[in-house]
């Protein structure tokens, strides 16, 4: 019998809570992407967020834990090698990620990739460095528009992005050039986690604008996930944000791509208004990608302060027999050095409002909990060589 009939995964790209017993292996020390916005933010107002309980999981400067928390809570640590958005998830539906993508943050692309692009794509590539999607727009976006030239650029993290304007280098060729250099990335030396569609509109620096036509090229799942189990088993399982790319369509019925992570939860809010029968897996990616990388601490709680008003009327429309399970997929403090994503546990937030008296989990050692959690309370066999335990004999 089925606990739960829906059940909606919601995941806060980066909101990690506190360093992992390995994070200095990764570079990072002393790494907390919610407590240091909460002491850090001038104001930070999460009122939702703190009756399921979140400042019961983690001490936050200034909110008061809840007398009577409405979620389970419990931290969970990641045990894939890496701290990217590819291993985050893939390991919430049971892959078990051993080595990490390969980055080129450092030196830039190799040369014998970018000539094969240039051949390729018939276009000179120009930037070759990581940088910000905003500076590397300012400084080369007014040269590719005069003369037909590709930025590509790279981050901290495993991918290779394209700028292309939507006027005068087209949102079609964009992605043609986007296709061609996955292609070339399938290489293990040259393996990205993803290409990255970065489209924009504007003609001259501090005024160009991202546009939400981005599109991710993820490299497919290297095994079955939680997702594959569900949909082969008849069940709904529907995306909102960037899910659908991270899993290459991978095990997804239905897919909703978001323009910001409001508009995310706005569609959230009207999938819930709506029968379905499975899985609405949800990735919220603008903490991450707007203010995050950016380390923007009052940009960052300003996003948490919109989400929790959505919380709030998501929390509304539930039914009875729904769940939902808040989390992330790794952490990115504002107030760390660099631009890097930051090795850190993340937050387990279960709620159904026929919940009687949620409490503290203990901490696990994988993310792959949540698949597991979701799979059996459909009775729903998780694939071969997948890992995680669940935890719904907790959540009654």
């Not at 790494?31 to 850090?40: N, P, R």
């Not at 088993?233 to 659908?244: C, E, R």
């Not at 546990?345 to 159904?352: E, G, H, Q, T």
Request: aromatic share 8%.
């Amino acid at each position: 019998m089925e606990q739960y009939g829906r059940v909606f995964v919601i995941v806060l790209d980066s909101l990690g809570v506190g360093a992992m017993a390995d994070s200095e292996k990764f570079g990072d020390f002393g790494v907390d992407t919610l407590g240091h916005i909460a002491q850090k933010a001038e104001h930070l107002n999460i009122p939702n967020l703190q009756r399921w309980g979140m400042a019961n999981l983690h001490s936050l400067q200034g909110i008061a834990p809840a007398k009577h928390p409405l979620a389970y809570t419990a931290k969970l640590n990641e045990r894939s090698a890496g701290k990217d958005t590819m291993t985050g998830h893939w390991e919430m539906m049971g892959l078990w990620t051993t080595k990490p993508f390969i980055t080129f943050t450092e030196t830039g692309f190799p040369k014998e990739l970018l000539d094969e692009l240039e051949k390729r794509t018939g276009h000179k590539v120009i930037g070759n460095k990581a940088a910000s999607g905003t500076e590397i727009l300012d400084e080369l976006a007014e040269e590719e528009i005069a003369t037909g030239h590709m930025i590509v650029y790279t981050s901290a993290d495993s991918v290779l992005q394209i700028c292309g304007n939507e006027e005068t280098f087209g949102l079609e060729e964009l992605y043609r050039c986007c296709e061609i250099a996955r292609e070339l990335t399938m290489k293990d030396e040259w393996k990205v986690g993803r290409v990255i569609a970065r489209p924009y509109v504007g003609r001259k620096k501090g005024e160009f604008v991202r546009t939400a036509n981005r599109h991710d090229y993820a490299v497919k799942p290297f095994g079955r996930t939680a997702l594959n189990a569900l949909k082969d088993a008849g069940l709904d399982v529907i995306s909102v944000g960037k899910i659908n790319d991270i899993f290459v369509g991978e095990g997804i019925t239905e897919a909703h791509k978001s323009q910001s992570s409001v508009h995310g939860m706005e569609q959230t809010i009207e999938i819930a208004r709506k029968d379905f029968h499975g899985l609405c897996f949800v990735n919220l990616v603008d903490f991450d990608a707007l203010w995050g990388h950016r380390r923007d601490v009052n940009g960052y709680a300003g996003e948490l302060e919109r989400f929790d008003e959505k919380l709030g009327q998501l929390e509304k429309v539930l039914r009875e027999d729904d769940l939902v399970i808040l989390t992330a997929d790794h952490g990115n403090d504002p107030t760390y050095t660099g631009t890097d994503h930051t090795r850190e546990k993340v937050p387990f937030l279960a709620y159904s409002p026929k919940m009687k008296a949620a409490r503290a989990l203990p901490e696990t050692d994988s993310f792959a909990v949540i698949g597991a959690t979701v799979a059996e309370n459909f009775g729903v066999a998780m694939p071969e060589g997948t890992i995680g335990e669940s935890l719904l004999g907790e959540l009654k």
